[in-house]
């Protein structure tokens, strides 16, 4: 199968030029293009379908550094790129120098992220999150897209788009794409290409933490889906032991006997979880260096207690050797009612 090379285009005046057939979506990227990116632009493309147009963007955004972060040491594959985007559907990549996106400098007015882009990753890294949303903004404009996609990886940056959009009338739809990961469960990042084989040995244990998680939080919606249905005697904590998972088994007689049926799970509970395996990886060589853990309301990244029904993210971010990376999960709380 061939595919037909993507237009590669530095200038909006260029982009503007293209004559537009159907829905154009739009993929962000910094480039070092990989399956996760190949991901949203396939998205884009089923989307839009035969008759729209996919035009990626590779820009590494400077405002998005901060001190001591990076930006020099970014990967920088355009060629390699190209032939990703081609591969996965694009009609044209956006290339744009950073003159051609901040014509006068750095620009005097920005978006700014407010209290949400304070918390977790804002509050590790000042500032990021309003060199996001001010490029995001531009780039917008810039290519007038009817749909933009984003992957929920970054979970914080997809919400904060969303409520950008959303706050101030952009028309544009905003899609996220689930997380894509590597066989051993990582999550794709162009920082994984940093990570030597022990590195990434102690990096897995992002993803393990955050399946750990998961699987408490599973455990926890099935023992409260069955104590709906089981009378509140000590029938109920044998049929919940019954369910045959060792962490239910173990809090069956709890939630027997002291939750109602209409409890959620524990976010508690499922912090916990995960947090054994990150504590676990503080002790690997190299050990894993924790920023933060939280499980948060994904409408403002506020943390959510054990009172909390409805969505949520499971986020955390850590270092590992001179590689900081992130990951999340989202879970749904009190699901079945």
Do not use: C, W
């Not at 900081?324 to 989202?330: A, E, F, H, K, T």
């Amino acid at each position: 199968m061939t595919t037909t090379p993507p237009v590669l285009l530095r200038t909006a005046d260029e982009l503007h030029a293209r004559v537009r057939h159907g829905r154009r979506a739009v993929v962000m990227t910094m480039g070092a293009l990989h399956e996760g990116h190949a991901t949203l632009i396939r998205a884009a493309r089923d989307l839009v379908g035969g008759d729209g147009e996919v035009v990626v963007t590779v820009f590494v955004n400077p405002l998005q550094f901060g001190a001591g972060e990076d930006l020099d040491r970014y990967p920088r594959t355009l060629d390699a790129d190209l032939e990703i985007a081609g591969r996965a559907g694009a009609d044209a990549v956006f290339a744009p120098s950073v003159e051609e996106v901040y014509p006068g400098g750095e620009p005097q007015v920005r978006v700014t992220a407010g209290p949400m882009g304070e918390r977790l990753e804002g509050a590790s890294r000042p500032g990021h999150f309003d060199g996001m949303l001010t490029v995001v903004a531009k780039l917008l404009h810039l290519t007038r897209p009817d749909l933009a996609l984003y992957g929920q990886k970054d979970a914080q940056q997809l919400a904060l788009i969303r409520r950008m959009v959303r706050d101030l009338n952009f028309g544009v739809d905003i899609v996220g794409v689930p997380t894509v990961r590597e066989e051993d469960g990582l999550a794709l990042s162009s920082r994984n290409r940093y990570l030597s084989p022990q590195d990434r040995r102690t990096a897995l244990a992002l993803s393990q933490a955050l399946f750990a998680g998961l699987d408490r939080h599973a455990a926890q919606e099935a023992l409260r889906a069955r104590a709906r249905e089981v009378p509140a005697t000590q029938a109920r904590a044998e049929a919940l032991s019954a369910l045959g998972e060792s962490r239910a088994a173990a809090d069956a007689h709890a939630v027997a006997t002291s939750a109602p049926a209409s409890a959620p799970a524990s976010a508690t509970a499922v912090k916990a979880a995960a947090r054994l395996v990150l504590d676990d990886a503080a002790r690997l060589d190299p050990p894993l260096e924790l920023d933060y853990l939280a499980l948060v309301d994904p409408s403002d990244f506020t943390e959510v207690g054990d009172d909390h029904t409805g969505e949520a993210v499971l986020a955390v971010a850590a270092r590992v050797g001179a590689t900081r990376l992130i990951d999340n999960v989202p879970l749904t709380f009190g699901a079945a009612s």
